[in-house]
């Protein structure tokens, strides 16, 4: 009975042993891992970080969950772990990695972003919609590529909201204007890939006027999008007049 006892109880402590030297192991590649994450490396040397992190799979969580929390590791390396991370979790990450839309740096905001897209997350919608209104107009493109993308057809009168969004203008104060920026373009490019039938009726308004001139073409690609007509290709002016008479049908039918 006593020699039984002394058995278990070694084996019991070569266990433990072995638990804590395992996990001890795990603590300096950890740390080996995370040490590497502090330089600012040549693409070379991220790619060679990269496939070393992929092949360790889950041995290298612990070193990119820390990298990504800490603000002592440089922005595009934090982004890198991000990206790692849901690569090697999956789905599984998104969870986690969706808490980073909420980050005080619009670059892991945006790289939160970018991952639950890689991710195919589509049940974000709530995340989405807030990214939309992001005060960093990097992150409101990218949250408008997250919807047009995932075809987040619910979220299309948020899209639609965007032009309306001051921060998406570039607003001179000395002359009182202001004028469009690029993401507009996309906005309206957007309306049309998510097919929404409530912006018919503004844009058919909207490209009969001067003031749209620069966003005209754009409106016309979505409104054949929307309504599944073809606007002559031969000119603009053509194509203005194609949803003019198209619009006066509209009215005509009613």
Known sequence: MKK???????LASLNTTAAVNQK??????????????????????????????????????????NVMKSDKYPDKNRWMATFLLGRIMGKK????????????????????????LALGQT???????KSLKDNSLIVRYQALENVKKLNLTGLAPNIWAMLYDK????????????KRAHIVKEIINTIGDLKFEKAQGPLLSMIQKP???????EISDT??????????????????????KFAQAKVVIR
């Open 211 to 217: 003031k749209y001139s620069d966003i005209h073409s």
């Open 4 to 10: 039984l006892l002394l058995i278990v109880t070694i």
């Open 123 to 129: 049940e974000y919608t709530d995340i989405y919609k």
């Open 167 to 178: 921060r998406n203008y570039h607003i001179n104060e000395k002359l009182k204007s202001s």
């Open 24 to 65: 001890a192991q795990r603590s300096v590649l950890t740390q080996k891992l995370e040490r590497q994450f502090k330089y600012n490396m040549k693409t070379a040397d991220m790619d060679k970080l990269k496939k070393q992190v992929l092949k360790l799979k889950g041995k290298s969580v612990a070193a990119l969950i």
């Open 93 to 116: 990450s998104a969870p986690f990695i969706s808490k980073f839309t909420m980050h005080p740096n619009w670059v892991m905001r945006m790289a939160a972003l970018k991952s639950l």
């Open 223 to 244: 409104l054949e999008k929307i309504t599944g007509r073809r606007a002559p290709t031969t000119s603009l002016k053509e194509k203005k007049r194609f949803w003019s």
